[in-house]
């Protein structure tokens, strides 16, 4: 399980989460949306920024830092 949880991190793509909250959002702003079906948005907006957090992390881990002598340094 922990290695799908890892692929499924790996295949997800911020450009992509970041563009499913801003439909969210939009779908959240709309008037005639249901008290119900504003909490499920809502609730699928936190699932999404928990993805989009856990994937940034992911990257920063994986991030290189180079020194003035041009020497390769795991980020920290």
Known sequence: ?????????E?????????K????LEKLSDKEVSLEDSFL???EGMELLKQCNGRI???????LKI???GQ???FS
Do not use: C, N
Request: zero cysteines; hydrophobic letters at 30%; proline letters at 0%.
């Open 1 to 9: 399980m922990e290695e799908e949880t890892r692929k499924a991190e």
């Open 11 to 19: 295949s997800f793509r911020l450009e992509e989460g970041f563009e």
């Open 21 to 24: 909250i801003e439909q969210l």
């Open 41 to 43: 948005l809502y609730q």
């Open 57 to 63: 992390e992911h990257v920063e881990k994986q991030m």
């Open 67 to 69: 020194d003035e002598e």
């Open 72 to 74: 390769i340094h795991e």
